[in-house]
């Protein structure tokens, strides 16, 4: 498995299928890059515990569960390296559509092990963490997949900033996002501001860090962080948020992969490169297998 999280270049399957048009934005992998990921892997690997689970379905949609329960699904060490793995994995998956990302037993992850936070409470160590964390969450986010965190129970501190790497938030009516960095003396530090401030405007996400504000599904969705309440009780959470998803992972795979990546370019690089890279897109997909079955069909749109 390829060890270049720092540096991954943006949207490496549509420059692949299309050539070199991220040359502004690419970083690649290099030997210091790789020798300084492996020590911060050496120390990660010193917090072990629990796990983070991924499953591949038939239907197009993985699920990746963070699986921590005794510590409310905290991250240890070594679930920030299994992490930056199943992303690896992810990145592969050709025949992907959608992504949930889920906590294990009914609550969804308490941010960082505090037991690791506090052994290696220097700042350079904490820097380390950061930027591995931060790789792998950008990677995340910019998966050609329709990404969702199902959110039961509670989202704290580095568990909210893992629910902003998703494409879309879904809460369980009791459930609550939090960041609680401020009251730890902190700020976000894996990527968590920089994407808030994306969903929910500066306004909002100065309320939400400086204020360490609770969100609740009401909340959340007055302000665009929350996308969809579910009904505890009513039904299983997975099943229903596996539903919500497939209206938008149903049918082909490369269109739905292809949507992905136009909107992410748009979302992070300037008019004129987003514009490339829309054209690009396009060639993958005009004249492809679904474009000439709809045309064959005569699709109407009533
Ligand atoms: C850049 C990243 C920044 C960060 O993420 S810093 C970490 C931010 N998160 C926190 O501060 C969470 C602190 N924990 C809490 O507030 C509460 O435990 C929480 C999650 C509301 C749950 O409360 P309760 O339902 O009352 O359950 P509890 O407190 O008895 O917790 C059950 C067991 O889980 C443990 N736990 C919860 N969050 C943890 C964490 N982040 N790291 C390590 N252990 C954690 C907690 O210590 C307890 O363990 P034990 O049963 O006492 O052995």
Known sequence: MALCSVGRPLLQNTQRASGCFFKRKQTFCCKANVAQEEEVRLKLRLFPGGSIDLQKQESG??????????????????????????????????????????????????????????AISNPQDGMKMCMFMQNTLTRLLRLPLIS???????????????????????????????????????????????????????????????????VDP????????????????????LVETERWLSQFTKGSAPVIRAVKKVVLSGRELSLDEALTTERHVFGTVWGGPANLEALALKTKHK
């Open 61 to 118: 949609i993985a699920l990746m569960t963070v699986n921590n329960p005794s510590r409310m699904n905290a991250f240890s060490g070594s679930m920030m390296i299994e992490l930056e793995e199943r992303v690896c994995e992810l990145e592969s998956w050709t025949e992907g559509k959608g992504l949930i990302v889920q906590g294990a037993a009914g609550t969804f992850c308490s941010g960082s092990d505090l037991n690791a936070v506090r």
């Open 148 to 214: 969702v965190a199902l959110v039961e129970g509670k989202a704290l501190g580095g568990g909210a900033e893992l629910a902003t790497a998703c494409d879309f938030r879904l809460l369980t009516s009791d459930a609550v996002i939090q960041f609680v960095h401020k009251h730890m003396g902190l700020v976000p530090g894996w990527g968590g501001a920089a994407r808030l401030v994306r969903i929910v405007g500066s306004q909002n996400a100065l309320k939400l860090l400086a204020g360490a504000k609770k």
């Open 218 to 237: 009401d909340f959340g969705q007055q302000i665009g962080l929350v996308d969809g309440v579910l009904t505890v009780g009513e039904g299983n959470s």
